[in-house]
């Protein structure tokens, strides 16, 4: 992996508004037949955008990697990634408890070691399982709760405590989530779980977490109801955002840049779905407001970062030095976006 990625000159220089496209490509063979079939008008914006810009970043994975390029690049934008990134230890969930629980006075943990849970249903196939999108359950803020109280007996037993943020997300707590990898919902969803399982011996805990909430579940009242009303049960969990804070992002204050970023998720949450009517008219939105936007503070001298990701590859981009445009332009007139873009 090779990374390049540009710092504030000082603390007082200004924030650089960036706007971060997840999803920007993806290895589904649909999604190249979209891109090709988009008219060039629907992405005039980015194109006039990029012409203006010059590469301050780059970050080259795979796409087995359980962190994907889009949440790396939000890692380090929120200060996450320290000393550096290990797979699948990029720690949202220490991150976002830290978030809700900044200038509780007297706010004590046990540990700084945090995983989200998030009870999902699991399509049953001859060979595998594949994970369904959780925000398609509908599932309560009543029978979640029930859920996780149901659960809480079983990870108590293995040193792990359970909290409610959102009817699709809780915090768990424990130190074996301190080096344990785990793989980021969007790897997962639509795909067999079986390579993105927790692995080896780190994660048998997990494992075994989860063989037995299936079987809890199985049996449970709330998927007899979810049944009878013709939805989908609740039938598994799955374990994502693991790790500790790195030292520097405890109570880390609001950086200029996190006030500057937009990262909509339009194009992920359409891909997901395989609605690729959805991801075009998606591209079509986002360079008609977001795209125009950043066009026009750039034309007007200011300085702005665009990040595309793919499943494998994110490349930064920011606004170039007046003296160096001509020359970058003429690097980059030749190829157009569905280029680059295939290059992630």
């Not at 649909?30 to 194109?47: E, Q, V």
């Not at 720690?91 to 007297?106: L, V, Y």
């Amino acid at each position: 992996m090779s990374t390049l990625y540009p710092t504030s000159a000082s603390a007082s220089a200004p924030p650089v508004p960036h706007l971060l496209l997840a999803f920007a490509a993806c290895s589904d063979a649909s999604w190249l037949a979209t891109l090709k079939a988009l008219p060039a008008a629907h992405t005039r914006h980015f194109a006039k955008l990029l012409q203006g810009m010059q590469l301050a970043g780059t970050d080259n994975n795979d796409a087995l990697s359980m962190s994907p390029p889009h949440e790396r690049a939000l890692a380090r934008v929120h200060g996450l990634d320290g000393d550096g990134m290990r797979d699948g230890l990029i720690p949202w969930a220490a991150w976002e408890h830290e978030q809700r629980t900044q200038g509780e006075a007297g706010e004590e943990t046990r540990t700084h070691s945090w995983a989200y849970v998030t009870p999902c249903h699991w399509l049953m196939g001859r060979e595998h399982a594949t994970l369904t999108n959780p925000d398609a359950l509908a599932l309560s803020e009543a029978d979640s709760r029930t859920l996780m109280a149901a659960m809480q007996v079983y990870f108590e037993a293995d040193g792990i405590r359970l909290h409610y943020i959102a009817p699709q997300r809780w915090l768990a707590e424990g130190d074996v989530f301190r080096n344990l990898p785990t793989a980021s919902l969007d790897r997962v969803l639509g795909r067999s779980v079986d390579p993105w399982l927790p692995a080896g011996s780190s994660g048998k805990t997990l494992r075994r977490l989860q063989n037995e909430m299936q079987m809890l579940l199985y049996t449970h009242p709330i998927n007899d109801a979810r049944t009878s009303q013709r939805q989908l049960p609740i039938n598994s969990i799955w374990f994502s955002g693991t790790g500790e804070l790195p030292e520097q992002g405890r109570r880390p204050a609001a950086s200029p840049e996190r006030q500057q970023l937009s990262a909509p998720r339009t194009l992920v949450d359409s891909a997901l779905r395989d609605d690729w009517e959805a991801y075009a008219s998606a591209w079509a939105a986002l360079d008609a407001l977001e795209a125009k936007d950043w066009l026009n503070r750039q034309a007007a001298g200011e300085v702005v970062r665009l990040t595309l990701c793919g499943e494998r590859t994110a490349l930064t981009f920011e606004s170039a030095p007046r003296s160096l445009l001509r020359s970058f332009n003429q690097l980059l007139k030749p190829k157009p976006l569905l280029g680059l873009l295939e290059t992630l």
